[in-house]
């Protein structure tokens, strides 16, 4: 009875000891190491990727996108259409995944896609104007109007056919912070004009903020909208 008594306390006391070193080194020691680690050899990426405009306010996530809208005409109109400030340039659509009242700055609320096939809405194999209201080529299609009407100005016109896919379609995510070169140089005259700009200073912004294929050879070139209208705020108060 004894033994019995003797080996079973053993047996809770190793596992209590095993208990308390698990614990010590795997809550408390791994992670203060893996932070340690993270913030000397990646501060930036271990802080969120923060972007900060030129007074160093940070003003949200490279890894994140924003919208760019004026302000509604009546708050408390939730189905009010928000319409883009054309003075920014503007990222990809984000709309369909549902509300978001923690971050106003942009409309998602979950990451992800609408899951609609490309062909959804198409007559034929195409998208025509009389694809049925809420499917995705009725969306494209109005999508790529309102880019065309945004971005013709008095002295440059936008052709349907220069609207790139990523203008109209939103992101797997939803969360995309980058659009394509041809996207981001489709804008530059309309910001120019609005901002009261020439179009070869904003065309260069764009240069500026183009970043190429990661290692040289992964993904497409792009630009981080955020980082282009930081930069572009900063140019306007010059």
């Keep these: 009875m004894n033994n019995t008594l003797g080996n079973t306390a053993r047996l809770i006391g190793a596992g209590l000891r095993a208990l308390l070193v698990l614990t ?37 996530s490279s890894l994140i996108g924003q919208s760019y809208h ?28 549902g509300g978001n009242s923690v971050n106003t700055q942009y409309s998602l609320i979950l990451s992800g896609a609408t899951n609609r096939s490309a062909d959804n809405g198409a007559i034929n194999g195409r998208c025509t104007r009389d694809a049925a209201e809420g499917t995705l080529c009725a969306q494209v299609i ?3 109007d309102a880019v065309v009407a945004d971005n013709s100005t008095a002295s440059h016109r936008v052709e349907p056919e220069d609207v790139p896919a990523d203008a109209v379609t939103s992101s797997g995510s939803g969360l995309d912070p980058h659009i ?11 910001v120019a004009e609005r901002n009261k700009l020439e179009v070869k200073q904003v065309g260069r912004l764009v240069k500026d903020h183009t970043e190429g294929r990661t290692l040289g050879f992964m993904g497409e070139p792009r630009v981080d909208v955020l980082e282009l209208n930081a930069a572009l705020r900063a140019l306007t108060r010059r």
């Excluded at 932070?35 to 003003?59: C, K, M, P, Y």
């Excluded at 394509?180 to 309309?190: E, F, K």
């Design 70 to 97: 004026l302000p509604k005409k009546d708050p408390n109109d939730a189905e009010e259409t928000a319409r883009p400030d054309l003075r920014w340039f503007q990222p990809r659509p984000s709309n369909g995944l």
């Design 142 to 144: 109005a999508a790529k």
């Design 24 to 60: 010590l080194v795997c809550g408390v020691l791994y992670p203060l190491a893996v932070t340690g680690v993270a913030q000397v050899l990646f501060h930036d990426q271990a802080n969120g990727s923060e972007i900060r405009d030129g007074s160093g306010r940070v003003v949200g």
């Design 180 to 190: 394509s070169p041809a996207y981001a140089q489709l804008q530059v005259h309309r």
